[in-house]
Nanobody, 124 residues
Framework: QLQLVESGGGLVQPGGSLRITCTASGFTSDYYAIAWFRQAPGKEREGVSCISSSRGGTNYADSVKGRFTISRDNVKNTVYLQMNSLKPEDTAVYYC?????????????????WGQGTQVTVSS
């Protein structure tokens, strides 16, 4: 069965940086859009960023625009989320997801495959 695995979460101070990774197995990411979502306690799941298979086009939530950067390595079937200028409100479990269309969207219902999540905590 297809599988997504997140890694790289942890504790970081406000203003710091962190890079989290999503690795896919069972298929290559060449023809799949990949997205990052996050969910904080008591809050709804929120789309953070996504990257398309076609030319690597990207989308970002307004809350992270200018601070986060998504990228992909199709040879390694891996997607990265570089998070800079982190704020306490970025604290959440971050999930990666894949959909079997080339264009990415930030709607969770459009994604077929999900990882288990990695915890990101921003605190001094």
């Amino acid at each position: 069965q297809l599988q997504l695995v997140e890694s790289g979460g942890g504790l970081v101070q406000p203003g710091g940086s962190l890079r989290i990774t999503c690795t896919a197995s069972g298929f290559t990411s060449d023809y799949y859009a990949i997205a990052w979502f996050r969910q904080a306690p008591g809050k709804e799941r929120e789309g953070v960023s996504c990257i398309s298979s076609s030319r690597g086009g990207t989308n970002y939530a307004d809350s992270v625009k200018g601070r986060f950067t998504i990228s992909r390595d199709n040879v390694k079937n891996t997607v990265y989320l570089q998070m800079n200028s982190l704020k306490p409100e970025d604290t959440a479990v971050y999930y990666c997801a894949a959909r079997r269309f080339s264009i990415c969207v930030l709607s969770s219902g459009e994604y077929n495959y999900w990882g288990q999540g990695t915890q990101v905590t921003v605190s001094s």
